[in-house]
């Protein structure tokens, strides 16, 4: 049962434009949700994170929506720049058990092409 | 600040046999997790050590074990390798981030390949 879905596993975007990378979640108790940007043979880089009790964050060219309700999040890239090339993933965790925050739950990734 | 560092960055076994992969968190980080990524279940999460205690673990079998030094410095272990052992394993170092979750960083990963 996957509880962090990315249902695109790709998507083609013309440089400039706006990328919009989507991600649900099923799991209720998550209430921190981070994007991580990998590149091929490279181990995931941290992007942007967003909390539950927010429901939008903005760092430079990326902004994270959360919309609780829905259990949902997108990633939005603008402008898409052709570095931005490579695979996204969506990831949340919440507090469980042991005392600590659980491992993070990732997507499957989507992979964005930025097209010149 | 130097990143996470993991070793070796590759490494071919054979069925049966077992292997240690070793993670170095960045500078101040006392937590580390480890993470096994194949292309089939994308990423998922093995453990994770806190202060030399396992915090939380994922659903993977005994044949996969770990531990971290006072030095947060932490290892891996899979024993009896199985093919689908083949995997990126990937470690990450946790700082609380400014709205107070955890942020990870991760490490560049230990590919290993079971022939």
Known sequence: DQQVKQNSPSLSVQEGRISILNCDYTNSMFDYFLWYKKYPAEGPTFLISISSIKDKNEDGRFTVFLNKSAKHLSLHIVPSQPGDSAVYFCAASGWGSGGGADGLTFGKGTHLIIQP | ?115
């Open chain 2, 1 to 115: 600040k130097a990143g996470v560092t993991q070793t070796p960055r590759y490494l071919i076994k054979t069925r049966g046999q077992q292997v240690t992969l070793s993670c170095s968190p960045i500078s101040g980080h006392r937590s580390v997790s480890w993470y096994q990524q194949t292309p089939g279940q994308g990423l998922q999460f093995l453990f994770e050590y806190f202060s030399e205690t396992q915090r939380n673990k994922g659903n993977f079998p005994g044949r996969f074990s770990g531990r971290q030094f006072s030095n947060s410095r932490s290892e891996m272990n899979v024993s009896t390798l199985e093919l689908g052992d083949s995997a990126l394993y990937l470690c990450a170092s946790t700082t609380i981030s400014r709205q107070g979750g955890d942020e990870q960083f991760f490490g560049p990963g230990t590919r290993l390949t079971v022939l």
